[in-house]
């Protein structure tokens, strides 16, 4: 029963995942690299310059010089915080299949000890857990990001 929930709760976690909306790459310049993205991701124009922050009022900027071409400081600060967390979750979800394979060389060494199968299963479990937060935290990162401002 056990197994089967647990089976169950990961399907749904990759299925949640699969139906977040992620919009589609602007420019070559919001790429990244080993799926950290940039810290601009998002910010950018055309030419992958990033847009300058207005300092009048958002809608003066906008029919001066067109839609989309000013960004307003507190869009421009949350962006940029949104991209360090996303940051941050990537490397974090890196450190937890880490922590799988050292758990799983623990599992594999223990050479039969019932203390050392169960610290490799409880850091095998630690991991999966933390990559399952991990995964969902970044869906709602995505969400917000494509909802809110991009």
């Known amino acids: 029963m056990k197994k ?5 709760s990961l399907l749904g976690m990759i299925l949640l995942g699969a139906l977040t909306p992620v919009r589609p790459v602007a420019a ?3 790429d990244g690299v080993l799926g950290f993205p940039p810290w601009f991701a998002g910010l950018t124009k055309a030419d992958c310059s990033i847009k300058p922050i207005c300092e009048k009022g ?8 067109g839609a989309g071409v000013w960004i307003s400081l507190s869009e421009f600060i949350f962006v940029v915080v949104l991209n360090v967390i996303n940051i941050l979750l990537v490397a974090v979800s890196y450190l937890s299949v880490g922590f799988v394979m050292y758990g ?6 223990s050479q039969g000890s019932p203390d050392k199968i169960a ?3 409880k ?3 630690a991991a999966v ?11 709602i990162i995505t969400y917000l990001r494509g909802r809110l401002f991009i």
């Open 58 to 65: 958002e809608g003066e900027c906008n029919t001066a010089h």
């Open 119 to 121: 610290g490799a299963k």
């Open 104 to 109: 799983g060389v623990k599992y594999m060494t």
């Open 123 to 125: 850091t095998i479990m």
């Open 129 to 139: 857990i933390g990559l399952v937060i991990t995964i969902l935290a970044a869906s």
């Open 4 to 8: 089967m929930t647990v089976t169950l």
């Open 28 to 30: 070559a310049c919001d």
